[in-house]
Structure formats: structure tokens, C-alpha cells
């Protein structure tokens, strides 16, 4: 074979470009920088823990700040959890209860983000409980370790307050974990409402076109929460009553003429209507 022939052979041939799309590189820069910035984060985290440590060793109360730290932790874990069962039930219910009829404007509209949402429904139905307890759990009932250690170590001053005839340590140690109980249902009840609303117009349960609708269903598990929360409100009501004998809101520490006479009995009435 000639050298012409064989320089034909090997050239090669011009046709279309690849229709194959080159898959984009990421940047090794964007990675590299979240993770210093999240290894700053836990030496920072390390660091104060560590400290801590060592200086509540060199002082003998390690006991003390190991107790501090069981208790808060117990806190948010047992909130957490309340507060992922109450949500992850308020999805559920309102999933189960969706209406089965012919969708109206607003509910085709939303069927997009039901498209969307379906192949990872039971992966989210799971996931947004837990993430939304351990948020509730570690910002709303880890600062109230106090309360629960307070509470688990009462004891009797035995004194007696002249408006109530209970003993004082009452008003030190029980009511205030009694008011921070009752701040943390009213948080779990709130989310979960928040959350079942959400849920049920995602579905169709809550509709605002053509008009304003909602389902018996809907209304049934809003009407429960609105019940769970006033009955927490009326017992705050009624612990406040117990408040006031040692408010220093005023120009005197402890309950005036005016509490004793006239919010006492006007914290009663609200606590009746409420109930």
C-alpha cells in the first residue's frame, strides 16, 4: 500500500461533535472552605468544652457541671421527642384525612409540590419530626435545667405563706418548673399546629380559591389543638395566681392591696372563662 493511502487511513474523519454532555467539575475551593469552616466550628466547641472541664476539675466540682450538662441534655432529648411524636401524628392525621375529590384551582396548583414531595414522603415524614424536635428540644428546653435539678431536690422550709398557707419552698422549687412545663406544651402544641396547617394545604384539606374551605377533618384536629392550648393557658392563669406573692415588678417586692383584692380574683375569672 502507498504512503498516500496510508496517511488517508490514518487521518481522521470529520463528523459531528459528541452530543455527550462533559459533566462540570466542582471546585475543590467551595469544599475546602465548608469544611475548615466546620472544623473551626468544633474546635471552638471542643476548646470551651474542654476548658470547662479543667477548670471545674482544679475548683473539685466536676460533679457539678457534669450534673448541669445530664440534666440539660435529658431536657432537650425528652422534648425532642415529645415534640417529634406530636408533629410527625399532626402530619399523619392530616395526610390520612386528605380529601379524595376533584381538585379545584388551588389544589392543581399545588399538586406540583405534591409531584415533587411523593417520591420522598415517607423519608421527610420521618426526617422533619426529628429535626424539628431536636431544634424545639435544645433551644426551648435545655435552658430550663435548673428548674427540673431545683424541683428533684426540694425540701421543706417549713414556713408557711400567709396568702395560700403552702410552704415556701413551693414558690422556690416546684412553680417554677410547673410555669416551664406549661411554656413547653404550649410550644409542642403551637409547632404541631403550625405543621398539620401546612400538611393539610398541601393536600387540599385547607383551600383559599376559588373560596376560603376547610375540611371536617381539618377542623376536627385544629379544633383539638385550639383546646389543648387554651387548657394550657387556664392553668398558667392559675399559677400565676401563685406568682404574684413574690413579683418585683412593682415599687415593692411581693403581693400589694391591688394583687391580693383585685388580680388575684381577676387571674381566677380568666382561668374560669378560659376553661
Not at 467539575?25 to 465548608?34: D, E, K, V, Y
Amino acid at each position: 500500500m502507498s504512503e498516500s493511502g496510508r496517511e488517508g487511513q490514518s487521518r481522521p474523519k470529520k463528523g459531528k461533535p459528541s452530543s455527550t454532555p462533559t459533566r462540570k467539575r466542582t471546585g475543590a475551593l467551595p469544599i475546602t472552605i465548608s469544611i475548615l469552616f466546620i472544623a473551626a466550628i468544633a474546635v471552638t466547641g471542643f476548646s470551651q468544652v474542654w476548658t470547662d472541664i479543667l477548670w471545674f476539675n482544679q475548683l473539685g466540682f466536676a460533679r457539678v457541671l457534669w450534673t448541669q450538662w445530664i440534666a440539660s441534655a435529658l431536657m432537650a432529648l425528652t422534648m425532642g421527642l415529645l415534640t417529634a411524636l406530636a408533629v410527625w401524628l399532626s402530619m399523619r392525621f392530616a395526610y390520612r384525612a386528605r380529601p379524595l375529590r376533584v381538585p379545584s384551582h388551588d389544589e392543581r396548583a399545588m399538586e406540583v409540590y405534591q409531584r415533587a414531595i411523593e417520591p420522598m414522603r415517607r423519608v421527610l415524614a420521618w426526617l422533619v419530626p426529628l429535626g424539628v424536635g431536636l431544634f424545639v428540644g435544645f433551644t426551648q428546653a435545655m435552658p430550663h435545667w435548673r428548674e427540673i435539678l431545683l424541683a428533684f431536690n426540694s425540701s421543706a422550709f417549713g414556713v408557711k405563706d400567709p396568702q395560700w398557707g403552702l410552704d415556701v419552698s413551693f414558690y422556690i422549687f416546684i412553680l417554677p418548673l410547673l410555669r416551664t412545663l406549661i411554656r413547653l406544651l404550649v410550644s409542642i402544641t403551637v409547632t404541631a399546629a403550625i405543621f398539620s396547617v401546612g400538611t393539610h394545604y398541601l393536600y387540599g384539606g385547607i383551600t383559599f380559591a376559588p373560596r376560603f374551605t376547610v375540611t371536617r377533618s381539618a377542623r376536627v384536629q385544629l379544633t383539638i389543638f385550639a383546646a389543648i392550648y387554651c387548657l394550657a393557658q387556664a392553668v398558667n392563669f392559675w399559677l400565676q395566681r401563685y406568682s404574684l406573692l413574690f413579683d418585683a415588678s412593682g415599687r415593692f417586692d411581693g403581693a400589694t392591696y391591688t394583687d391580693v383584692h383585685a388580680n388575684i380574683p381577676a387571674k381566677t375569672i380568666w382561668q374560669l372563662l378560659v376553661w
